[in-house]
């Protein structure tokens, strides 16, 4: 395993496009998060899944996006009718939450642009 | 509410000079505190992490110290490399919680020749 994977790594896109991204977290990590994170700032929470439930989002998750991990393993976030301000890096980490074992890991995101 | 501030907010340090970046944070209940450096267009990597019984851990050329009574936290970079040149992270995890991680906005380090 060579770690979390995110595709694509970079995207742009006209604005009102609809976007996909993908996340391939550490195969035996069972909770995987994603984060928005914009020029000069840390990243920002979006949600995160604990095996397949979604169990948080934060308010910053508009109804524009949607986050799926339908099988526990790999997650899709999905953004609606792009706007200029969700031009970000798109991050995603995985953790091994209640083995005792951390291995909190980002992936190296996914870069969009909206024009 | 709980808050992560470092300082300071961007450095310019000869190639070989040593340099401490700092973290403050307000996070409880507190449980670990971990430093990341993220390169440009990259994802964060770990450096560190730290629980409340520690107050050092070493990595390399990187040094993270933490106070869990003054809440402060430090990453010193020995004889530092053109590598080194990126964004340092301080993210502060709480007990308990969903996500439970407060970042901080990064110190960007350049190293120049």
């Known amino acids: 395993d060579t770690g979390v994977s995110q595709d694509p790594r970079h995207k742009i896109t006209k604005r009102g496009q609809n976007v996909t991204f993908r996340c391939d977290p550490i195969s035996e990590h069972n909770r995987l998060y994603w984060y928005r994170q914009t020029l000069g700032q840390g990243p920002e929470f979006l949600t995160y899944f604990q095996n397949e439930a979604q169990l948080e989002k934060s308010r910053l998750l508009s109804d524009r996006f949607s986050a799926e991990r339908p099988k526990g393993s790999f997650s899709t976030l999905e953004i609606q009718r792009t706007e200029q301000g969700d031009s970000a890096m798109y991050l995603c980490?995985?953790?091994?939450?209640?083995?005792?074992?951390?291995?909190?890991?980002f992936g190296s995101g996914t870069r969009l642009t909206v024009v | 509410k709980n808050q992560v501030e470092q300082s300071p907010q961007s450095l310019i340090i000869l190639e070989g000079k040593n340099c401490t970046l700092q973290?403050?944070?307000?996070?409880?209940?507190?449980?670990?505190l971990r430093w990341y450096k993220q390169d440009t267009g990259r994802g964060p990597v770990s450096l560190t992490i730290?629980?409340?019984?520690?107050n050092t851990k070493s990595n390399g050329r990187y040094t993270a110290t933490l106070d869990a009574d003054t809440k402060q936290s430090s990453l010193h970079i020995t004889a530092s490399q053109l590598s080194d040149s990126a964004s340092y992270i301080c993210?502060?995890?709480?007990?308990?919680?969903?996500?439970?991680?407060?970042f901080g906005k990064g110190t960007h380090l350049i190293i120049q020749p």
């Open positions: 980490a995985s953790s091994s939450y209640g083995t005792g074992v951390d291995g909190y890991t």
């Open positions: 993210v502060v995890s709480a007990r308990g919680g969903a996500d439970g991680l407060t």
């Open positions: 730290m629980t409340f019984s520690e």
């Open positions: 973290c403050n944070y307000t996070v409880s209940p507190f449980s670990n």
